[in-house]
Structure formats: structure tokens, C-alpha cells
């Protein structure tokens, strides 16, 4: 089976999916009075987006010669996410010593959609990995 057409999917599709949640996620900031783009929202959803396309080039990239490590690779990629959260993101939430739900969900909306499409496209990857 070919892969050729999966990456530019999976960028196309993570990037509709992420424009869409951006756009409801700064009219929920308007309509709860919030300010828009608080709660580092602007990077959480850049640095989502680079760490998911990074994993997932690296995944495609990899996919023929360490066919059986995929998984493993893709474990990998989730704990520098979790790296990256609690490097760049955790102090800033923790400064006044609480994460309000605003700031929790600025974080992990855009994490758990990139998640989605990691794992749905990691997954297409193994079943289209030809088998020894």
C-alpha cells in the first residue's frame, strides 16, 4: 500500500482542525471576558502544531527502517510533548499558584486534538507498513 499521499493529509487536516478550534477557542475567550489570546493561547497552539508535525515527520521519515519501533518513536514524541508543557508552560500558569480552567484548557485543547491526529495517523502508518 502507498503512503505517499498521508503526510499532506495529515498536515492539511491538523491544520483545519486547529484553525477551527483556534477560531471557537478565542470566541469563548470573547464571550466569557476574557482577553483574547490570554492564557499564552497564540503558543500554545503554535508549539502544538510544530511539536505534532515534528513527531509526525519523524515518524513518517522512520517509518520504513524502524518499521517496529514506530510505536516506541511515537511514545517518545508524547513525553517531550509532556517536556515541553512543563518547561515552557507550567511556570507561567503556576504564578499566581493555582491553573485556572482557562489556562488548563488553552493547554491541553490544542494538545489532545494534536494528539487525535497523531495517534489516528500513526496508526494508518502501521497498517500500511508492509510486513516482513
Request: charged letters at 15%; one cysteine or more; a positive charge.
Amino acid at each position: 500500500m502507498r503512503t505517499s499521499g498521508l503526510f499532506p493529509t495529515f498536515l492539511f487536516s491538523l491544520i483545519i482542525a486547529l484553525l477551527i478550534s483556534f477560531w471557537l477557542h478565542l470566541l469563548w475567550q470573547d464571550y466569557a471576558g476574557l482577553e483574547r489570546g490570554s492564557d499564552l493561547l497564540y503558543l500554545s497552539y503554535t508549539v502544538n502544531f510544530l511539536l505534532a508535525s515534528g513527531i509526525f515527520i519523524l515518524l513518517y521519515m522512520l517509518r520504513r527502517k524502524y518499521k517496529y519501533q514506530i510505536g516506541f518513536i511515537y511514545m517518545g514524541g508524547s513525553l517531550l510533548k509532556f517536556l515541553v508543557f512543563f518547561l515552557l508552560f507550567y511556570p507561567g500558569y503556576r504564578e499566581d499558584a493555582l491553573v485556572t480552567k482557562s489556562e488548563f484548557g488553552a493547554f491541553f485543547i490544542p494538545y489532545l486534538l494534536c494528539l487525535l491526529f497523531e495517534t489516528v495517523f500513526t496508526a494508518k502508518i502501521l497498517l500500511r507498513n508492509p510486513k516482513v
